[in-house]
């Protein structure tokens, strides 16, 4: 059975929208390796820096509220919704390999500043639709209120040697 409601529309539905958020949390949870890990965890840290435990939540509640955002997006028939939230999760990931692949706490902040921009644009997109407008804000402002700030502390306690 196919359609919307039949197996072909559900099997849609998980493509478009469970499996881009699944393969960009495997990819980034792969560039941060046990490696990248040990190396961060020999950086200087701000004081106000949350536990792993918190960045580990506020990155499970990132992968849903992204799922439900694209889902959203595809129900509305919504492609310049679908594309930002694509466009964020791609730079999140990319933040990643900046950061965490190249051991760098500058190239970390630059990347977090230029991730503004595709938070910014999922944020227009979605300003008609109340929930993910919502999901898309409450994560605009982890961004801007604490991933900004940590980031810049983190490279400037930790100068390129």
């Known amino acids: 059975m196919s359609g919307v409601g039949g197996t ?12 881009p958020v699944a393969v960009a949390a495997v990819g980034g949870n792969a560039v941060a390796g046990r490696a990248a890990l040990a190396w961060f965890a020999g950086l200087r840290r701000p004081r106000w820096q949350v536990p792993l435990p918190v960045f580990a939540g506020v990155g499970v509640a990132y992968y849903g509220a992204m799922t439900i955002v694209l889902d ?7 492609e310049r919704a ?3 939230a694509l466009a964020v999760l791609a730079g999140n990931e990319l933040w990643n390999v900046a950061f965490f692949g190249r051991r760098s706490p500058a190239a970390g902040f ?24 919502a999901l898309a804000g409450a994560y605009a402002l982890w961004v801007v209120g604490y991933d900004v700030p940590w980031s810049y502390r983190l490279w400037r306690l930790n100068p390129p040697s």
């Open 110 to 133: 630059a990347g977090m500043l230029a991730f503004t921009v595709p938070v910014g644009v999922l944020l227009a997109a979605v300003r008609e639709d109340r929930v993910s407008r």
């Open 82 to 84: 679908r594309r930002a």
């Open 72 to 78: 959203r997006a595809d129900q509305r028939g919504d």
């Open 8 to 19: 072909g529309g559900a099997r849609r539905r998980v493509a478009r929208t469970g499996l």
